[in-house]
């Protein structure tokens, strides 16, 4: 099991940018599946974008494709989401998640449920102004 601390969120203006973080510790970090989720006020948990646990594939949520990026670096035990052009509808906060690939097997295809990931931060907040 990991434990997950998100930052980097804040207030901004539409078309700004944000990074987010998510610094990781326990160990295993590097054998997680990673995602990103996002909730509004009075809405469901939504995914966001994942990451493999090696970093070479991701896939995004048709409302961020084009303008969010997900990245991590293993020898840091982090997880970043570069969000750009950001729209007041991408106000929420976000949270950080993960799973074990020992859960889900070595073949990495994108999980979108919530259900599907077995760790989770606190939550960062991000409020875009328009």
């Known amino acids: 099991q990991v434990q997950l601390v998100e930052s980097g969120g804040g207030l901004v203006q539409a078309g700004d940018s944000l990074r987010l973080s998510c610094a990781a510790s326990?160990?295993?970090?590097?054998?997680?599946?990673m995602a990103w989720f996002r909730q509004a006020p009075g809405k469901e948990r939504e995914f966001v974008s994942t990451?493999?646990?090696?970093?070479?594939?991701?896939y995004y949520a048709d409302s961020v494709k084009g303008r969010f990026t997900i990245s991590r670096d293993n020898a840091k035990n982090t997880v970043f989401l570069q969000m750009n052009s950001l729209k007041s509808e991408d106000t929420a906060a976000y949270y950080c998640?993960?799973?074990?690939?020992?859960?889900?097997?070595?073949?990495?295809?994108?999980?979108?449920?919530?259900?599907?990931?077995?760790?989770w931060g606190q939550g960062t907040q991000v409020t875009v102004s328009s």
């Open positions: 998640a993960g799973v074990d690939r020992q859960y889900t097997g070595n073949y990495f295809y994108p999980r979108t449920r919530k259900g599907d990931y077995t760790d």
């Open positions: 990451i493999a646990w090696t970093g070479s594939s991701t």
């Open positions: 326990g160990r295993g970090f590097s054998n997680y599946n």
